[in-house]
């Protein structure tokens, strides 16, 4: 593949395990993604997760000094309170660590949300105020929030999420390139100038597909549905058929230079390399 560089950066999400086999498993993955060199990689939580520090910040923290890989943080604003999240980034601080990325969050049925952070926007405000050196980070949605009422609204939160100290935004998957420009241009001509990584999750097998068509609000294009529908009872054929469509978006997203991919490995190493290998030319 020829030498090229068009500035965008690689960096990969992966999740605290529930199990013994899942914590095996993601050191294995952790070692082979810490050989990509991404330029950081994500660490997600559970809103209401009793054991948030124990699990996502004890994770992050393999990761960012055992492993020397920068490593981001997940926050979610809905189920905490200052005292814990100055608390938080204090221990993040300790460990080196001061990428955050702040959510609002899912709301859990029958679990209120706490009073101090409504939005994430508030979560990145505080955060900016407490640790001003600290990177945050944002989520934002190609396709419009599921709870904002239209387009124009959802870019008017975004840009107060920008404009409450948001220094780069992390979009939600996506499989219609289309839409992910669109919804450039849309924050271009709202003054939105942080970078806007594009996330893209592959997809590998049967179970993950029937999840997307039934939670995902993502538009699917007819040559994904395709996809989905010619290789239904051939596994290999669509683990091959949805690794390959996820590398011809992020050729297509790196060519019109995006500022980055952030992949969702779903902490499968096996995938994150088939797609570095086939794109690592189009990496800084």
Same mark, same amino acid.
């Given at each position: ?18 199990s ?9 993955t952790l ?56 608390? @938080? &980034? ?6 080196? #660590?001061?990428?955050?990325? $702040?959510?609002?969050?899912?709301? *859990? %049925? ?29 989520a ?35 499989y ?19 970078p ?19 939670n ?10 395709? @996809? &989905? ?6 596994? #290999?054929?669509?683990?091959? $058929?949805?690794?390959?469509?996820? *590398? %011809?978006q ?35």
């Amino acid at each position: 593949m020829a030498e090229t560089n068009t500035g965008s950066t690689l960096s990969f999400e992966v999740f605290p395990p529930n199990s013994k086999v899942g914590i095996e498993n993601l050191t294995k993955t952790l070692d082979q993604l810490k050989e990509l060199k991404p330029s950081f990689i994500s660490v997600t939580c559970s809103n209401h997760n009793v054991d948030y520090e124990k699990n996502t910040i004890d994770l992050a923290k393999h990761v960012h000094n055992d492993l020397q890989v920068p490593a981001m943080v997940h926050m979610p604003a809905a189920y905490v309170n200052k005292k814990q999240v100055s608390r @938080i &980034l204090n221990e993040l601080e300790e460990l080196n #660590i001061n990428q955050v990325l $702040a959510l609002r969050g899912d709301i *859990i %049925d029958g679990h209120a949300p706490e009073n101090d952070f409504k939005y994430a926007s508030d979560l990145t405000k505080f955060i900016k105020q407490e640790k001003p050196d600290f990177e945050v980070s944002g989520a934002c949605y190609p396709e419009v929030h599921p709870e904002s009422t239209n387009r124009i609204d959802d870019i008017k939160h975004l840009k107060e999420k920008v404009d409450a100290g948001c220094d780069q935004l992390i979009t939600q998957l996506f499989y219609d390139n289309e839409q992910f420009f669109r919804f450039q241009e849309e924050c271009a001509i709202a003054d939105i100038n942080v970078p806007i990584l594009a996330g893209i999750m592959p997809i590998i097998n049967r179970k993950q597909a029937l999840h997307i068509l039934e939670n995902c609000s993502a538009h699917l294009p007819k040559k994904f549905l395709a @996809i &989905l529908d010619k290789y239904k009872d051939d596994p #290999i054929a669509l683990r091959d $058929a949805g690794l390959a469509y996820a *590398i %011809d978006q992020i050729v297509d997203l790196v060519t019109n230079d995006v500022a980055g991919i952030h992949i969702y490995t779903m902490n499968s190493a096996q995938t994150a390399k088939h797609i570095y290998d086939n794109t690592a030319a189009f990496f800084k």
